[in-house]
């Protein structure tokens, strides 16, 4: 079965957005991601902040770009789950981690933060429905 019609016939929770909402919106993401992140990872490389400070970032992204295969090759609503719960731990964790050094690079993780956490529940709600 390919993927568009695996996940159409989800059963997924009434208030789950359209579709089509996910490209714009990780598009903006991704541009806020690239900035900071690559704010983060130039002062790991100029060694202004400890790789320590870092690492949470280079999970998070590890664990971001994991979902879509995961959720949509696999087709594998729990391990999805564990995933997006993995991504947001991390930005949590990089958000206190580099919030001392550069207060701005935090904030911008707030819409993506935001985001994160409305696709952890519904991911969460999609798998309990589908199980």
């Known amino acids: 079965m390919d993927t568009y019609n695996w996940?159409?016939?989800?059963?997924?929770?009434?208030?789950?957005?359209?579709?089509?909402?996910?490209g714009p919106v990780w598009t903006v993401l991704y541009i806020l991601i690239a900035i900071s992140f690559g704010k983060v990872?130039?002062?790991?490389?100029?060694?202004?902040?400890a790789f320590s400070v870092a690492l949470p970032f280079l999970l998070n992204l590890f664990f971001n770009f994991a979902f879509t295969p995961i959720q949509f090759g696999l087709q594998n609503n729990l391990l999805a789950s564990i995933d997006i719960l993995l991504v947001l731990?991390?930005?949590?964790?990089?958000?206190?981690?580099?919030?001392?050094?550069?207060?701005?690079?935090?904030?911008?993780q707030i819409p993506y933060l935001i985001w994160v956490s409305f696709a952890t529940i519904l991911q969460l709600t999609i798998t309990f429905l589908n199980r």
């Open 41 to 49: 990872f130039w002062m790991t490389w100029q060694k202004k902040i």
């Open 7 to 22: 996940y159409s016939q989800l059963i997924k929770p009434t208030w789950a957005p359209p579709a089509f909402l996910f």
């Open 89 to 108: 731990a991390t930005l949590i964790w990089a958000m206190i981690a580099i919030h001392v050094h550069s207060r701005w690079v935090a904030y911008l």
